[in-house]
């Protein structure tokens, strides 16, 4: 088979999971009596139909982006890092500590610095587990859980002692210094003169998407790349092969924490502009879904992210301006959604393919000749 | 034929929305994280809003917020479709507030729990201590073991306050009353995990507490049950929960947000609406506590008595409450 | 004698805390041992806990109650087996895609059916799992105190979880069945040579598997608690997965990591009262306290070698 024909085979899988997915989704807004059309129509037009829903949806997708790459990382060298939304909790430590008690440095210098200590605490958070899976074998889905709850302790902690605005009730850090934040998307295009709807859209979606480039570089062009992969199929043989297992797992989990930790960039830097409570809000598992639907494919990666993050944005309108549809509506659709999409892709390879067979049995002997 | 009507309905206000103008009257509120069934401070506004939607047959707009970036799209969006007046509930959304208001000028913004300087916005601060130090006192008074217990949902700044309230009316009662805190967690499943709840009750009635106020959300329904199970005392917040255990709940310390939620649209109805900070507390009847047919065999005329001298020595100022227990302001 | 009340207070505690993990775990051991990653445990046990509270709530009687928690329990199970080994679906997405969907159904009905905010009624006695007070349990002394304390006082099915324990362990090591289904989780290829149907040892396992994890969510709602409410959960399912694997899929170091977890947990809740740490750190402490074990003990291992990979017949030819 053709690389071509291959590959129009996993979109033709993948949009007719998407069609299905949509279509249980419909009946069940057709059971609370919601019309179905008219909610499609919302969503979408919420997530894509004008400037400021635009820029939302690739906000969302950013964080998705990196929480993804680190979770798909991770898999590739056979482990399963869950731990992302502490690892990104802890990136937002890193870069507001830069943020708030270095921001007298010019922005060409706070900013890399800043993103720097995002992935470093990532990194750091990240780098126990992987060190307890590689030398003492203890299971890193067990011990990055435990490290979600104790990110979660520690930051309230910090956050309700020592982070807390003076004076402010709240457990959140004072706002960042306008320097120490990423510039959002609308003020930079405006500096060469294009007018774009304001959103939270910023400069990290940039940096998210050089993020994926250089992770699949990374994986399939690089030595240490090949190593992961390696591990990640058969850890008996890549010792056979000299690779040492606990240091490419021990590796992994940096890169990994280093990738989810950039959420922070976006979200803390980018948006909130100052260390709030719980700013992951979930996308460290986001990520799980990301990644695993994204299989071997950068732009599968990125194309997921996206998906997730036009549910996520579109539904605001929708909860909005279709009164019977809840938050729970929405989080029940996300559910279908990831199961058709992400676990039930071979329900329709078979029918795409017999679809699709007759053509190729005509072009097999035709590329044979 | 009823889903039929209520869809063409449907239609016809949504065909109506964009062009929303002054004479149709549209408030709308914004739910903070844990939503309008939170068994807490959203639940309270909801039914603020429902109570002034059956009284005035106006329906309003809601929005439950998911992710904090929500925070601010909820209440641009709901000011963009031209919402006479939008209330925020809860103290995170005090920043989204603050950009929000500044770029709808005439949109009026009301915050409950949050201070927020600008001029169309009016900031709610309710002092949920005052009203936890008259329930804190009950609690002693009730108390055969001298050891009275408190549930907080997060080690948080907010709960503080009702701890420090609670702590503070418990010694104002009895200065020797021992009180045992216990905090349910540090992420958002600390508000809803009621097993967690009942499980911190039973540690501090094994360490004899015999009386304990939940300021937890969801969790404190476990501590409730688990009152109920062992024959103690317990304490509801917010709204009043004395029925969800007649017998056992000594008494509720309210919260009256869902009268700030339909004080804040009918004052924008009638033009009365006025921006600035109302701290509201005893006096203005906005915190209290719950007495009714559930719990009135459990109130003797003396701690009632003792209750009402302090509510007045509040309002009147002799005796000051304070927000934190810095300072040694918790110990008598 | 204070000291030894508060000591045995503790572990009633730990008992009680570990009850729903222990359920939880074993629904996982079945699954995995199978070759089914299971983390939709949260979802089964949301599930489970929902329809428990809510049948008991109608039908006035807390056996019909157990029973829809299995049953619903079982019917997701199905679900993730159709995804999973039927189409061969990436396991750990199925189990994920249902603890979200789960999520947001699960209050919605709830909202549907009883108009409460997503609660069900407050259930009576008749409707719950009481604690059963064993006979002669009211003596003085430390031994008296400790039958009375320890062993006495729990509800049916906290007796349920913990001889659940020795049972799948004589399932899953003396039985035929047991055998087949460690194998089937190990090399389904060997299995699936010998004649063995790999997907129906897979789907049995599941079964027991929700009817389990069902039985985790009703102890919250009818057993800990009177009546469901929202999100009741709060992450038990995850704990349940993170004990299993401290466990090595093993019934009985599965049941000493639950009562791990739960000590820590009921040790906290008292530490906290005494103020001396700040209280995440002393709330965090039963993770910290997990981590080092598994640090100090190391050597993980006895996960099922087809754990996570769907069977693909052709692939064997």
Same mark, same amino acid.
């Given at each position: 088979?053709?690389?071509?024909?291959?590959?129009?085979?996993?979109? =033709?899988?993948? %949009?007719?999971?998407?069609? *299905?997915?949509? @279509?249980?989704?419909?009946?069940?807004?057709?059971?609370?009596? *919601?019309?179905?059309?008219?909610?499609?129509?919302?969503?979408?037009?919420?997530?894509?139909?004008?400037?400021?829903?635009?820029?939302?949806?690739?906000?969302?997708?950013?964080?998705?982006?990196? %929480?993804?790459?680190?979770?798909?990382?991770?898999?590739?060298?056979?482990?399963?890092?869950?731990?992302?939304?502490?690892?990104?909790?802890?990136? #937002?430590?890193?870069?507001?500590?830069?943020?708030?008690?270095?921001?007298?440095?010019?922005?060409?210098?706070?900013?890399?610095?800043?993103?720097?200590?995002?992935?470093?605490f990532g990194a750091g958070w990240a780098a126990i587990p992987g060190w307890l899976q590689?030398?003492?074998?203890?299971?890193?889905?067990?011990?990055?859980?435990?490290?979600?709850?104790?990110?979660?302790?520690?930051?309230?902690?910090?956050?309700?002692?020592?982070?807390?605005?003076?004076?402010?009730?709240?457990?959140?850090?004072?706002?960042?210094?306008?320097?120490?934040?990423?510039?959002?998307?609308?003020?930079?295009?405006?500096?060469?003169?294009?007018?774009?709807?304001?959103?939270?859209?910023?400069?990290?979606?940039?940096?998210?998407?050089?993020?994926?480039? $250089?992770?699949?570089?990374?994986?399939?062009?690089?030595?240490?790349?090949?190593?992961?992969?390696?591990?990640?199929?058969?850890?008996?043989?890549?010792?056979?092969?000299?690779?040492?297992?606990?240091?490419?797992?021990?590796?992994?989990?940096?890169?990994?924490?280093?990738?989810?930790?950039?959420?922070?960039?976006?979200?803390?830097?980018?948006?909130?502009?100052?260390?709030?409570?719980?700013?992951?809000?979930?996308?460290?598992?986001?990520?799980?879904?990301?990644?695993?639907?994204?299989?071997?494919?950068?732009?599968?990666?990125?194309?997921?992210?996206?998906?997730?993050?036009?549910?996520?944005? /579109?539904?605001?309108?929708?909860?909005?301006?279709?009164?019977?549809?809840?938050?729970?509506?929405?989080?029940?659709?996300?559910?279908?959604?990831?199961?058709? $999409?992400?676990?039930?892709?071979?329900?329709?390879?078979?029918?795409?393919?017999?679809?699709?067979?007759?053509?190729?049995?005509?072009?097999?002997?035709?590329?044979?000749? | 034929?009823?889903?039929?009507?209520?869809?063409?309905?449907?239609?016809?206000?949504?065909?109506?929305?964009? =062009?929303?103008?002054?004479?149709?009257?549209?408030?709308?509120?914004?739910?903070?994280?844990? #939503?309008?069934?939170?068994?807490?401070?959203?639940?309270?506004?909801?039914?603020?809003?429902?109570?002034?939607?059956?009284?005035?047959?106006?329906?309003?707009?809601?929005?439950?917020?998911?992710?904090?970036?929500?925070?601010?799209?909820?209440?641009?969006?709901?000011?963009?479709?031209?919402?006479?007046?939008?209330?925020?509930?809860?103290?995170?959304?005090?920043?989204?507030?603050?950009?929000? &208001?500044?770029?709808?000028?005439?949109?009026?913004?009301?915050?409950?729990?949050?201070?927020?300087?600008?001029?169309?916005?009016?900031?709610?601060?309710?002092?949920?201590?005052?009203?936890?130090?008259?329930?804190?006192?009950?609690?002693?008074?009730?108390?055969?073991?001298?050891?009275?217990?408190?549930?907080?949902?997060?080690?948080?700044?907010?709960?503080?306050?009702?701890?420090?309230?609670?702590?503070?009316?418990?010694?104002?009662?009895?200065?020797?009353?021992?009180?045992?805190?216990?905090?349910?967690?540090?992420?958002?499943? @600390?508000?809803?995990?009621?097993?967690?709840?009942?499980?911190?009750?039973?540690?501090?009635?094994?360490?004899?507490?015999?009386?304990?106020?939940?300021?937890?959300?969801?969790?404190?329904?476990?501590?409730?049950? @688990? *009152?109920?199970?062992? #024959?103690?005392?317990?304490?509801?917040?917010?709204?009043?929960?004395?029925?969800?255990?007649?017998?056992?709940?000594?008494?509720?310390?309210?919260?009256?947000?869902?009268?700030?939620?339909?004080?804040?649209?009918?004052?924008?109805?009638?033009?009365?609406?006025?921006?600035?900070?109302?701290?509201?507390?005893?006096?203005?009847? !906005?915190?209290?506590?719950?007495?009714?047919?559930?719990?009135?065999?459990?109130?003797?005329?003396?701690?009632?008595?003792?209750?009402?001298?302090?509510?007045?020595?509040?309002?009147?100022g002799r005796i000051t409450v304070s927000e934190t227990c810095g300072n040694s302001a $918790?110990?008598? | 004698?204070?000291?030894?009340?508060?000591?045995?207070?503790?572990?009633?505690?730990?008992?009680?805390?570990?009850?729903?993990?222990?359920?939880?775990?074993?629904?996982?051991?079945?699954?995995?041992?199978?070759?089914?990653?299971?983390?939709?445990?949260? #979802?089964?046990?949301?599930?489970?806990?929902?329809? /428990?509270?809510?049948?008991?709530?109608?039908?006035?009687?807390?056996?019909?109650?157990?029973?829809?928690?299995?049953?619903?329990?079982?019917?997701?199970?199905?679900?993730?087996?159709?995804?999973?080994?039927?189409?061969?679906?990436?396991?750990?997405? =199925?189990?994920?895609?249902?603890?979200?969907?789960? &999520?947001?159904?699960?209050?919605?009905? !709830?909202?549907?059916?009883? @108009?409460?905010?997503?609660?069900?009624?407050?259930?009576?006695?008749?409707?719950?799992?009481?604690?059963?007070?064993?006979?002669?349990?009211?003596?003085?002394?430390?031994?008296?105190?400790?039958?009375?304390?320890?062993?006495?006082?729990?509800?049916?099915?906290?007796?349920?979880?913990?001889? &659940?324990?020795?049972?799948?362990?004589?399932?899953?090591?003396?039985?035929?069945?047991?055998?087949?289904?460690?194998?089937? /989780?190990?090399?389904?290829?060997?299995?699936?040579?010998?004649?063995?149907?790999?997907?129906?040892?897979?789907?049995?396992?599941?079964?027991?598997? /929700?009817?389990?994890?069902?039985?985790?969510?009703?102890?919250?709602?009818?057993?800990?608690?009177?009546?469901?409410?929202?999100?009741?959960?709060?992450?038990?399912?995850?704990?349940?997965?993170? %004990?299993?694997?401290?466990?090595?899929?093993?019934?009985?170091?599965?049941?000493?990591? $639950?009562?791990?977890?739960?000590?820590?947990? *009921?040790?906290?809740?008292?530490?906290?009262?005494?103020?001396?740490?700040?209280?995440?750190?002393?709330?965090?402490?039963?993770?910290?306290?997990?981590?080092?074990?598994?640090?100090?003990?190391?050597?993980?291992?006895?996960?099922?070698?087809?754990?996570?990979?769907?069977?693909?017949?052709?692939?064997?030819?």
């Amino acid at each position: 088979m053709t690389p071509i024909r291959s590959a129009s085979i996993e979109v =033709a899988v993948v %949009a007719s999971a998407l069609v *299905a997915s949509f @279509a249980v989704a419909g009946l069940v807004l057709a059971v609370i009596g *919601a019309d179905p059309i008219e909610a499609f129509r919302i969503l979408v037009y919420g997530a894509f139909g004008y400037p400021e829903a635009i820029g939302y949806t690739l906000y969302y997708a950013t964080s998705y982006m990196f %929480a993804g790459l680190a979770v798909w990382v991770a898999l590739k060298a056979g482990i399963f890092n869950i731990g992302g939304e502490g690892q990104a909790y802890l990136g #937002g430590l890193g870069a507001a500590l830069v943020c708030l008690f270095f921001d007298g440095l010019p922005p060409i210098l706070l900013l890399p610095l800043a993103m720097m200590s995002a992935a470093l605490f990532g990194a750091g958070w990240a780098a126990i587990p992987g060190w307890l899976q590689a030398r003492r074998q203890t299971h890193v889905v067990v011990t990055t859980i435990m490290f979600n709850f104790i990110a979660g302790a520690l930051m309230t902690y910090l956050l309700n002692n020592w982070l807390l605005a003076p004076g402010g009730g709240s457990p959140e850090t004072r706002p960042f210094a306008p320097q120490a934040t990423m510039p959002a998307l609308h003020d930079i295009l405006a500096l060469v003169g294009i007018n774009i709807a304001h959103s939270p859209a910023n400069l990290s979606l940039l940096v998210a998407l050089i993020a994926v480039a $250089c992770t699949w570089t990374f994986m399939f062009r690089t030595v240490w790349g090949y190593e992961t992969r390696v591990v990640g199929a058969n850890p008996h043989a890549a010792r056979y092969a000299g690779i040492d297992p606990g240091a490419v797992i021990v590796r992994t989990m940096l890169i990994s924490g280093a990738l989810v930790g950039l959420v922070a960039v976006n979200e803390v830097m980018g948006v909130h502009k100052r260390l709030i409570l719980d700013f992951p809000a979930g996308a460290g598992f986001v990520g799980i879904a990301v990644a695993l639907m994204a299989g071997e494919s950068a732009i599968g990666l990125v194309l997921a992210s996206l998906l997730f993050a036009a549910l996520a944005q /579109g539904s605001l309108d929708l909860v909005i301006d279709m009164p019977m549809i809840n938050r729970e509506i929405v989080r029940l659709i996300q559910g279908v959604l990831i199961l058709f $999409c992400g676990a039930l892709p071979s329900l329709f390879r078979k029918p795409v393919l017999r679809l699709l067979a007759p053509r190729r049995e005509i072009a097999a002997p035709a590329g044979a000749s | 034929m009823r889903r039929l009507l209520s869809s063409v309905l449907m239609l016809v206000v949504l065909a109506l929305a964009p =062009a929303a103008t002054a004479a149709d009257f549209i408030p709308a509120i914004v739910f903070d994280m844990g #939503g309008k069934f939170d068994k807490s401070f959203n639940q309270m506004a909801y039914e603020g809003a429902e109570a002034w939607r059956k009284e005035n047959g106006i329906t309003y707009r809601e929005f439950e917020v998911t992710s904090p970036v929500q925070r601010e799209q909820a209440l641009r969006q709901l000011a963009r479709r031209g919402a006479a007046v939008v209330v925020a509930i809860g103290f995170s959304q005090g920043p989204a507030v603050a950009t929000v &208001a500044k770029e709808f000028p005439a949109i009026k913004f009301t915050v409950i729990d949050a201070i927020v300087d600008a001029p169309n916005v009016q900031s709610v601060v309710m002092r949920e201590h005052e009203g936890s130090f008259l329930v804190g006192m009950l609690a002693a008074m009730a108390s055969k073991t001298g050891r009275v217990g408190f549930v907080g949902g997060m080690d948080i700044p907010l709960i503080r306050k009702f701890a420090a309230g609670y702590r503070q009316g418990a010694l104002y009662a009895n200065p020797k009353i021992e009180v045992l805190e216990n905090m349910t967690g540090t992420t958002p499943e @600390a508000w809803n995990d009621p097993t967690r709840g009942a499980e911190l009750a039973k540690a501090q009635f094994g360490r004899g507490v015999d009386v304990i106020y939940a300021a937890a959300g969801g969790t404190g329904l476990g501590v409730y049950q @688990a *009152a109920k199970d062992a #024959g103690k005392l317990a304490i509801g917040v917010d709204s009043n929960q004395n029925y969800v255990q007649p017998g056992t709940m000594l008494t509720s310390m309210v919260k009256r947000i869902d009268k700030v939620v339909a004080e804040a649209f009918s004052s924008a109805r009638n033009g009365t609406w006025q921006p600035g900070t109302r701290d509201l507390g005893l006096a203005a009847d !906005a915190v209290g506590w719950a007495l009714d047919e559930y719990n009135r065999p459990l109130i003797t005329p003396a701690m009632e008595a003792a209750v009402q001298q302090a509510t007045g020595d509040i309002v009147s100022g002799r005796i000051t409450v304070s927000e934190t227990c810095g300072n040694s302001a $918790c110990t008598h | 004698m204070e000291t030894a009340t508060q000591i045995l207070l503790l572990i009633a505690a730990a008992i009680r805390l570990a009850t729903p993990l222990l359920l939880a775990a074993l629904a996982g051991i079945y699954a995995e041992r199978s070759g089914v990653i299971d983390l939709s445990l949260e #979802g089964k046990m949301l599930a489970g806990a929902f329809a /428990g509270a809510a049948l008991a709530s109608v039908s006035g009687n807390v056996w019909v109650g157990a029973l829809a928690a299995m049953a619903t329990g079982i019917l997701l199970s199905l679900l993730h087996g159709f995804a999973t080994v039927t189409h061969r679906g990436n396991q750990v997405v =199925a189990g994920m895609a249902i603890n979200i969907a789960m &999520a947001g159904l699960i209050p919605t009905v !709830a909202q549907a059916i009883f @108009a409460l905010g997503g609660q069900t009624p407050q259930l009576g006695p008749a409707q719950r799992f009481l604690g059963l007070v064993l006979p002669f349990a009211d003596g003085d002394g430390l031994v008296a105190q400790t039958y009375a304390r320890l062993l006495s006082g729990h509800n049916a099915l906290t007796w349920l979880a913990f001889l &659940a324990v020795p049972a799948t362990g004589w399932l899953l090591y003396r039985t035929g069945w047991g055998l087949r289904l460690r194998a089937v /989780g190990e090399n389904p290829y060997a299995v699936d040579t010998a004649g063995l149907p790999v997907a129906r040892l897979r789907y049995q396992a599941l079964v027991v598997n /929700g009817a389990l994890a069902g039985l985790a969510g009703a102890y919250l709602s009818m057993a800990a608690n009177a009546g469901f409410s929202r999100d009741m959960t709060a992450g038990k399912g995850y704990l349940a997965i993170a %004990a299993l694997i401290f466990g090595r899929w093993a019934p009985v170091p599965t049941m000493l990591a $639950c009562l791990l977890f739960a000590f820590a947990d *009921a040790v906290q809740a008292q530490l906290q009262t005494v103020r001396i740490l700040p209280s995440q750190f002393v709330g965090a402490l039963p993770y910290i306290l997990t981590v080092l074990v598994l640090a100090l003990v190391g050597k993980g291992g006895g996960m099922p070698k087809a754990l996570g990979i769907p069977y693909i017949k052709e692939r064997g030819v």
